[in-house]
């Protein structure tokens, strides 16, 4: 069956058309929207059943969490069982925006959202559509990035058709998502703040107000702690993520050797940070070497590579800079696919 499609227009959300999304919240089915980071694949985050529905049309383990949703602070210190001081500083810095915060959660907070964990993410989605999606709910919505299990996350409604179609009831379609890769994990149960996904809340960002703050599981660093990780140490930053159907092989330089016998080859895809100098048999997604605009387009560039059906796709990696981390960070995982 082919899901209920909702445009909406990001600038002027119509509430009578995202009523209907919202009703179906409630009642326990699955809605893909839209946020500022990629768009997500929503349930009622306090029905079990609702959310248990998210790991089937996934295909997702079971041993990994769910982000909370919410659409304000007082919604977030409804579902969290402490609200630290630096929570709130946090939220009222950060949000609504792409940070998640990991705090200890309540009771009613399924066991299936934290895969056991007692801990909860939250975030408040920098997405008019989104925020008044959670709104008219009245309920948090837990929502991993709308993908099956592994692969690319959608920045845009096609790809949720393409990737889950009718596993979901309704897409609400507000057009591209404007950050592009998903939001910085921050976990505060710990001792000090720890990063445990790198975003585009930077650690720099972060400092403002946590002076340093130290990463885990970076595999840009050289760490492979995750990649057995169960649910008490930060899961869904297994190594293989992220990754489109073709092979992806990282760059540093375009005229590297092994590098260069793809550029006759049609098959062989490309994503650049300039124009390149000669012409390539394949397709070329140039991105810039910006990380805003990278970092907006690089899933969609994924997403066309893959349905132009090229094997491989040779990436040239950005600097290795604070300011790339999290970007770098993807792209090792869509190596390791
Ligand atoms: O930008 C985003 O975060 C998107 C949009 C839809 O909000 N969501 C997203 O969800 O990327 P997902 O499920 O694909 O990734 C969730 C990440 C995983 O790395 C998971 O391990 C971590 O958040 N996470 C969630 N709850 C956690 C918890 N209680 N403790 C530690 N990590 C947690
Ligand atoms: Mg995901």
Redesign the pocket.
């Known amino acids: 069956m082919s899901p209920r499609v909702i445009r909406i227009d990001p600038d002027h959300p119509d509430d009578a058309l995202l009523q209907a999304a919202a009703d179906v919240l409630r009642q326990g089915g699955l809605v893909a929207f839209p946020?500022e980071?990629?768009y997500?694949l929503g349930a009622h985050a306090l029905d079990p059943e609702a959310v248990e529905r998210i790991y089937e049309a996934k295909g997702r383990p079971p041993t990994?969490?769910?982000?909370v949703?919410v659409a304000s602070i007082a919604q977030a210190r409804q579902v969290a069982a402490e609200w630290s001081e630096t929570a709130q500083a946090l939220a009222e810095r950060f949000w609504p925006g792409?940070l998640?915060l990991?705090v200890p959660k309540r009771a009613e907070v399924p066991d299936r959202v934290?895969a056991g964990?007692d801990?909860?993410?939250l975030?408040m989605?920098d997405h008019p559509v989104a925020l008044r999606l959670i709104e008219l709910a009245g309920v948090p919505v837990a929502?991993?990035?709308a993908n099956r299990y592994t692969a690319v996350s959608p920045t845009d409604a096609a790809h949720v058709i393409d990737g889950l179609g009718g596993a979901v009831d309704i897409i609400v379609d507000a057009g591209p998502t404007s950050v592009g890769i998903?939001?910085t994990?921050l976990?505060l149960t710990g001792e000090e703040p720890r990063i445990?996904?790198p975003g585009m809340v930077g650690a720099a960002d972060l400092a403002e107000l946590l002076g340093d703050v130290g990463h885990r599981g970076d595999l840009s660093e050289g760490s492979e702690v995750h990649a057995e990780a169960g649910p008490a140490s930060?899961?869904?930053?297994a190594p293989k993520h992220y990754a489109p159907r073709a092979e992806v092989i990282l760059y540093d330089r375009p005229g590297e050797p092994g590098i260069t016998d793809h550029i006759a080859n049609p098959a062989s895809g490309w994503i650049a940070l300039h124009p390149p100098e000669f012409d390539h048999a394949g397709p070329v997604e140039v991105l810039g070497d910006q990380p805003t605009d990278y970092a907006r387009g690089l899933y969609a560039a994924l997403h066309r590579l893959d349905a132009a059906g090229v094997e491989t796709v040779l990436i040239e990696q950005p600097p290795p800079q604070e300011r790339w981390r999290a970007i770098r960070d993807r792209l090792q995982r869509a190596a390791t696919g």
């Open positions: 946020t980071t990629v997500g990994n969490p769910i982000i949703h792409p998640t990991v934290t964990l801990t909860v993410g975030r989605p929502a991993p990035s998903e939001s994990v976990s445990l996904r930060s899961p869904g930053l």
